[in-house]
C-alpha cells in the first residue's frame, strides 16, 4: 500500500501556543488529504478536507481560525493548531488519497497534549 | 445521510476460534466499502477495499464480502496479533469523504 507518513508522532505544548503538523504522501501524489480528530474509544471524526491548491472544506462545528491547514503541493499538508488549549488534547489523523484510487492511506498519527 | 454501524463493539476470542465481524450502511450510492485496523496509538491500516454486491477479498486470515447493505470481515483461526480494532467505512459515489463506523475492538487470547 501507500505510505503516508505524519509528523511529529507525539508534541507537548503550552497554552496559547501554537502547533504544526505535517502529513507527506510518500510514493505518490496525494490530490486530496483529509484531517480527523479521534477522542479514545471512540471512531475517527473527519475535522477537514482539502485539495491541492485549494483551500480547505472544514465540517460543521470545526474552527477554521483554529484549524489552519494548508495543502501546498501534491505531497504535503499542515494542520496548524493556533493558540492551543488543554480542550484541543487529542489524537490527531491525517489520511491522503490520489486521484485513481478510491481508498486513502492514513499516516501514524500525531498525539498532542496542551499544558 | 450516510451511515455505517458496525457490531460487536468488542469480541472476544480464543486463539483459533473464528469468528466474524458485521458493518451495515445505508449510503444513496456505494463508490467503496473500505476495512482498516487500527493498533492503539497508531493511525489505521488499509485492508480491503470492496466495490459491489457479492464481491470478496482475501488476506492471510481474513476474509472481507460484501452484500447490499452489509459487509463482514471473516477471521479464521485468528492469532493474538489479529487483536485491534476494525474499522469499515464507506464512500458515496458523490462524494469524496469516509464515513467511518464505531469499530469492533477484538481481543484475541492466547
Known amino acids: 500500500g501507500a505510505v503516508v507518513s505524519q509528523h511529529p508522532s507525539w508534541v507537548i505544548c503550552k497554552s496559547g501556543t501554537s502547533v504544526k503538523i505535517e502529513c507527506r504522501s510518500l510514493?505518490?501524489?496525494?490530490?486530496?488529504m483529509f484531517w480527523y480528530r479521534q477522542f479514545p474509544k471512540q471512531s475517527l471524526m473527519l475535522m477537514a478536507t482539502?485539495?491541492?491548491?485549494?483551500?480547505?472544506?472544514?465540517e460543521q462545528g470545526v474552527e477554521k481560525d483554529k484549524f489552519l491547514i494548508n495543502h501546498a503541493s501534491l505531497t504535503l499538508s499542515t494542520l496548524t493548531v493556533t493558540s492551543a488549549h488543554p480542550e484541543d488534547s487529542s489524537f490527531y489523523i491525517c489520511?491522503?488519497?490520489?486521484?485513481?484510487?478510491?481508498?486513502?492511506?492514513f499516516g501514524q498519527g500525531t498525539r498532542l497534549t496542551v499544558v | 445521510e450516510d451511515q455505517v454501524t458496525q457490531s460487536p463493539e468488542a469480541l472476544r476470542l480464543q486463539e483459533g476460534e473464528s469468528s466474524s465481524l458485521n458493518c451495515s450502511y445505508t449510503?444513496?450510492?456505494?463508490?467503496?466499502l473500505f476495512w482498516y485496523r487500527q493498533d492503539p496509538g497508531k493511525g489505521p491500516e488499509f485492508l480491503f477495499t470492496?466495490?459491489?454486491a457479492g464481491e470478496e477479498k482475501e488476506k492471510e486470515r481474513l476474509k472481507a464480502t460484501l452484500t447490499k447493505k452489509e459487509s463482514f470481515l471473516h477471521i479464521t483461526a485468528p492469532k493474538p496479533e489479529d487483536s485491534a480494532t476494525y474499522l469499515c467505512?464507506?464512500?458515496?459515489?458523490?462524494?469524496?469523504?469516509?464515513?467511518f463506523g464505531e469499530g469492533t475492538q477484538l481481543t484475541v487470547n492466547p
Open positions: 489520511s491522503a488519497r490520489n486521484s485513481f484510487n478510491t481508498e486513502a492511506f
Open positions: 470492496l466495490y459491489s
Open positions: 510514493d505518490f501524489q496525494a490530490t486530496t
Open positions: 482539502s485539495n491541492e491548491g485549494s483551500k480547505a472544506t472544514y
Open positions: 449510503v444513496s450510492g456505494l463508490r467503496g
Open positions: 467505512a464507506v464512500r458515496e459515489t458523490s462524494g469524496s469523504r469516509l464515513t
